[in-house]
């Protein structure tokens, strides 16, 4: 179940800001109520309101130290923040996201951007190691299988998620097919 938080901010008589705030994974964002009908359409991405957004972030230590910056189309300017290569650094992602109203005031901020500290090194399971646990119905899934069930297995990769306790860890991630539907698995990796 996903929690959220939502609040509701009067910075003037003729503004309200709203913020949702996402308890899993601290993802939030902050958008003008008035935003979407006095602002549409505007997509100024001038060397101005490229500071301006900048400032923004930089006043509010939100800034990135790395991240791509991008404008898109419609004038939303974005920073990319890239994960970095496990194991030797802390891994860092995530996307920020802001529109500008035409007075450089904040119109929509996104804010998802997640920092993993590196606690230790784990010894870790063989693609084949994880596939016996397959086999062998070592694992959880949300609806179990059933007699006669037709399993076909045609992925497997190393990838990342959080655990119940908030670390970081590495699993397998199958991919196939189940009696012809998509399906998709994530076993744990770690021995």
Request: glycine share 6%; net charge negative.
């Amino acid at each position: 179940m996903v929690k959220i938080v939502n609040f509701v901010f009067e910075e003037e008589a003729d503004t309200k800001y709203y913020m949702t705030y996402f308890l899993r994974d601290g993802t939030w964002s902050l958008t003008d109520d008035n935003y979407f009908q006095e602002e549409e359409g505007v997509s100024d991405s001038s060397k101005e309101m490229k500071e301006d957004a900048k400032g923004i972030l930089a006043n509010l230590d939100l800034l990135p130290k790395q991240a791509e910056f991008l404008i898109t189309e419609s004038g939303t300017f974005q920073w990319i923040i890239q994960q970095s290569t496990y194991p030797s650094k802390d891994i860092e992602n995530g996307l920020i996201m802001m529109d500008l109203k035409k007075d450089g005031s904040v119109g929509r901020l996104f804010y998802s951007n997640t920092e993993n500290k590196f606690v230790r090194d784990v010894e870790i399971l063989s693609t084949k190691e994880a596939y016996e646990k397959i086999k062998d119905g070592k694992f959880d899934q949300y609806n179990p299988f059933q007699q006669g069930d037709q399993l076909v297995v045609t992925d497997c990769e190393l990838a990342y998620m959080y655990d119940s306790k908030g670390y970081y860890q590495p699993v397998y991630l199958f991919t196939g097919t189940l009696n012809g539907e998509e399906w998709s698995l994530h076993v744990t990796a770690i021995k």
